[in-house]
């Protein structure tokens, strides 16, 4: 399967500041990527999708100038977390489509943000 | 109301035995996908289903897409230690563009 990587795997940051986190298609190209949210034991929550060349899409009730989605090119895609609070302290996946097809998306391996 | 109900949440059994995992919707899915997460990674793709009645087999473990593409299942059979983690199904909706809807999830937990 096509390889997505995510980086970093964890980060612990202090409260009130920002963080960003890295989404990167190592061999295919990705038009488009999402980012989703878990929670503990939960699923997988969709916060955006991100459109190479073009705005975020967010999903309701998610803070667009909170959580800022930036997909300058075919192979990455960033979301960084602003004037972070402990409340956003959560596993962020990020996860890309090679588009052809069925939406098979492979996921990267996660971020641990735990702010403090 | 989630789009796509997954059922059990929780599924703790002993090793050997079998264990099935519904997803559910009363939507109809262009495509379905089942994922397994262990802690701290990211989902990994098991299998993707396309056609109504589609069955699909990967070593111990059947997939199976319902007739009317609202619907899935799948069932180990000798489940191992190994087979511990969460799965998730995931629905592709073509109204909904190229998003995936997830499931609920199941937690699965095989002792030993």
Known sequence: GAV???????????????????????????TTMFWYRQ?????????????????????QGVEKDKFLINHASLTLSTLTVTSAHPEDSSFYICSASTGRGNTEAFFGQGTRLTVV | TQLLEQSPQFLSIQEGENLTV?????????????????????????????????????????????????????HITAAQPG??????????LRAAGNKLTFGGGTRVLVKP
């Not at chain 1, 999708?49 to 073009?54: I, P, Q, V």
């Not at chain 2, 056609?51 to 899935?72: H, I, M, P, W």
């Not at chain 2, 511990?84 to 199904?89: A, K, P, R």
């Open chain 1, 4 to 30: 997505v990587s995510q980086h970093p795997s964890w980060v612990i940051c202090k409260s009130g500041t920002s963080v960003k986190i890295e989404c990167r298609s190592l061999d295919f190209q990705a």
């Open chain 1, 39 to 59: 929670f503990p034991k939960q699923s997988l929550m969709l916060m955006a999708t991100s459109n190479e060349g073009s705005k975020a899409t967010y999903e």
């Open chain 2, 22 to 74: 519904y997803c559910n919707s009363s939507s109809v899915f262009s495509s379905l996908q089942w994922y397994r997460q262990e802690p701290g990674e990211g989902p990994v793709l098991l299998v993707t289903v396309v056609t109504g009645g589609e069955v699909k087999k990967l070593k111990r473990l059947t997939f199976q897409f319902g007739d009317a593409r609202k619907d899935s299942s799948l």
């Open chain 2, 83 to 92: 087979d511990t983690g969460l799965y998730l199904c995931a629905g592709e």
